[in-house]
């Protein structure tokens, strides 16, 4: 069965921290490279970070620097500490193999509003 369960989103003042979480079922989880997307109103949904079954990570430009993203393999869970947060930052995260399944499948994802 096919899970991806985003949580961990909310409403955060500028300068503020979030951490999402994303479990995953594992036969998406396992030994695929994943990532955190992003979706704001109006625009097309972005990869934000992604991160090998090893754990090498690449980051978009726009989060470098306040953005970890991390997983536990033991768990099928992937991670997104986000620092220094920024009304820009503002959309629904999602997670995903990366490259997305092929499939189209998506969970329900997690709204993140950043915002004083």
């Known amino acids: 069965q096919l899970q991806l369960v985003e949580s961990g989103g909310g409403l955060v003042q500028p300068g503020g921290s979030l951490r999402l979480s994303c479990a995953a079922s594992r036969i998406i989880f396992s030994l695929r490279d994943m990532g955190w997307y992003r979706q704001a109103p109006g625009k097309q949904r972005e990869l934000v970070a992604g991160?090998?079954?090893?754990?090498?990570?690449n980051y978009a430009d726009s989060v470098k620097g306040r953005f970890t993203i991390s997983r536990d393999n033991a768990k099928n869970t992937v991670y997104l500490q986000m620092n220094d947060l920024k009304p820009e930052d503002t959309a629904v995260y999602y997670c995903n193999t990366h490259p997305s399944l092929s499939s189209g499948f998506w969970g329900q994802g997690t709204q993140v509003t950043v915002s004083s």
């Open positions: 991160i090998t079954k090893n754990s090498n990570t």
